[in-house]
Structure formats: structure tokens, C-alpha cells
T-cell receptor, first 110, second 114 residues
Framework: DQQVKQNSPSLSVQEGRISILNCDYT??????FLWYKKYPAEGPTFLIS?????DKNEDGRFTVFLNKSAKHLSLHIVPSQPGDSAVYFC?????????FGAGTRLTVKP | DGGITQSPKYLFRKEGQNVTLSCEQN?????MYWYRQDPGQGLRLIYY???????QKGDIAEGYSVSREKKESFPLTVTSAQKNPTAFYLC?????????????FGDGTRLSIL
């Protein structure tokens, strides 16, 4: 059962533009959400998180938005840079359980 | 500097052979985890441990075994009972499993069958 879904396996954007990565979840017990970034042959690294008591969290070029009623979160990267090219995983945590999406491969073209 | 070290980076297994993947952390984290990643899929939890000498099965524990004799170490054994072991294995740790804290990952071990 895929409790966390990233429906776009890949996304390509131009350098300087906005990248928007989306994630949907089904379990209403999830109350903490995270985004991880993964380069080839490396483990995922933590990028940004948001608690369910908030609807937005910002950290530099990265902003995560949470829409609890729609069970949807998104990661915005502005402006996108070629070094942002990686696979991005969303994760959801709640009730001592963490679930990961399948990942979206972001390519930022110079 | 603190982190999680997985070894080896690449591992080859013959049919019917058990192999052990190493995971060591110096972050003083209580909780440790093993995940498996297959192409097009999210990370799936194999086993986790919340404290020394305790561990629990995750979603896909069959064919795997673990031990947690030291806080810093959480080795994973892929047994011959695991019929499809070829995958990328990730070890992670977190301060604990209860609080809202991110997990920190190692760089993974890629296991292949000869």
C-alpha cells in the first residue's frame, strides 16, 4: 500500500525558474513531513520539514507547503540551479511510522 | 565529524550465501533503521531498532536478520531465504523513533547476485 505518492517520476526545468515537486498522502495519522534530496550513489540527505500545525516552512530557496485537507504537500525551489538536479523523496511520519514516496528526478538545465 | 558509515559500497552474493552489511553511526542516536530501495519504489523498511538489544520487523523483514549489540552498530544479514536480494540498501538513524526528527542516512550498499 502506497501511503505516500509522488506521481511525477521526473521533472525538467530551466535554470532560474521555479521547480515544484508534489507529494500526496493517504494516512491522516501523518503529522510530520519531510523532503530528502538524493544524488547518485549517495544516501538521501535531509532538506526541509514541516509539522502539521503549519502550512508553510521556508529555508532559503526551499519552501514546503502543506495542505492538510487535500493531504498534499509540495516543495518549491526558487530559483532553481543546476546543482539542484537530484532525486527528491517526500516522507511522512506519524504514529511511530515513516513512509517514503518513490521519488521525483529533478533536472535543472543551464 | 558525525555521520553514518555503511560498508561495503558494493557487495556480490552467490546463490545460497548469507552476507552481512555493516552500518555504524557516531551521532549518539538511539534509533536505527534498514531500508531497501528498488527502482521506481520508495524506501521500504526492513528492520528498525529503538534501543540497544531491541529490534522490530518492518514491512519486508522476511529473509533478513539484524542485531543491535552496541548503540553505534546495526548490521543487516541478507540470508539465503531472501529470494530477490538485489537492491540498494540504506541504513539510517535518528535521535529516537517517537519525536518528529529527521532520519540521517548512510551512502548505501548495492547488493548484486552473481
Amino acid at each position: 500500500d502506497q501511503q505516500v505518492k509522488q506521481n511525477s517520476p521526473s521533472l525538467s526545468v530551466q535554470e532560474g525558474r521555479i521547480s515544484i515537486l508534489n507529494c500526496d498522502y493517504t494516512n491522516s495519522m501523518f503529522d510530520y513531513f519531510l523532503w530528502y534530496k538524493k544524488y547518485p550513489a549517495e544516501g538521501p540527505t535531509f532538506l526541509i520539514s514541516i509539522s502539521s500545525i503549519k502550512d508553510k516552512n521556508e529555508d532559503g530557496r526551499f519552501t514546503v507547503f502543506l495542505n492538510k485537507s487535500a493531504k498534499h504537500l509540495s516543495l518549491h525551489i526558487v530559483p532553481s540551479q543546476p546543482g539542484d538536479s537530484a532525486v527528491y523523496f517526500c516522507a511522512a511520519f506519524g504514529n511511530n511510522d515513516m513512509r517514503f514516496g518513490a521519488g521525483t528526478r529533478l533536472t535543472v538545465k543551464p | 565529524d558525525g555521520g553514518i558509515t555503511q560498508s561495503p559500497k558494493y557487495l556480490f552474493r552467490k546463490e545460497g550465501q548469507n552476507v552481512t552489511l555493516s552500518c555504524e553511526q557516531n551521532l549518539n542516536h538511539d534509533a536505527m533503521y534498514w531500508y531497501r530501495q528498488d527502482p521506481g519504489q520508495g524506501l521500504r523498511l526492513i528492520y528498525y531498532s529503538q534501543i540497544v538489544n531491541d529490534f522490530q520487523k518492518g514491512d519486508i523483514a522476511e529473509g533478513y536478520s539484524v542485531s543491535r549489540e552496541k548503540k553505534e552498530s546495526f548490521p543487516l544479514t541478507v540470508t539465503s531465504a531472501q529470494k530477490n536480494p538485489t537492491a540498494f540498501y540504506l541504513c539510517a538513524s535518528s535521535i529516537n523513533r517517537v519525536d518528529n526528527q529527521p532520519q540521517h542516512f548512510g551512502d548505501g550498499t548495492r547488493l548484486s547476485i552473481l
